[in-house]
């Protein structure tokens, strides 16, 4: 069973940090590029950042790029990626979903696999 698993969201002022994990397990973590995908109230899906788990290579929407670091590992069978966000801004308040998919995505359409998701809320 395919299985990913979010953790590390919450409330923080603006100007803080969060580090958000995702714990992938039930599907071959090298063969994917997992990545994290946001949802404000009212807004549509946005493609926050991606990794290709096997080449370490990296995307980031322009929303994010020099605040947020995606880095992931595999330890033991444990499968894991995190995506430690900086320099927070209200702006940054959504749902923050982990997602799988066979390619580093730009947008949240290529993905196969959710997490259940996780709140972010930056207050000013």
């Known amino acids: 069973e395919v299985q990913l698993v979010e953790s590390g969201g919450g409330l923080v002022q603006a100007g803080g940090s969060l580090r958000l994990s995702c714990a992938a397990s039930g599907f071959t973590f090298a063969e994917y590029a997992i990545g994290w995908v946001r949802q404000a109230p009212g807004e549509e899906r946005e493609a926050v950042s991606c990794i290709g788990t096997s080449d370490g290579i990296t995307y980031y929407a322009d929303s994010v790029k020099d605040r947020f670091t995606l880095s992931s590992s595999s330890d033991n069978g444990k499968n894991t990626v995190h995506l430690q966000m900086d320099s927070l801004n209200p702006e940054d308040t959504a749902v923050y979903y982990c997602?799988?998919?066979?390619?580093?995505?730009?947008?949240?359409?290529?993905?196969?696999?959710w997490g259940q998701g996780t709140q972010v809320t930056v207050s000013s």
């Open positions: 997602a799988a998919g066979p390619f580093i995505a730009t947008t949240p359409r290529p993905y196969d696999y």
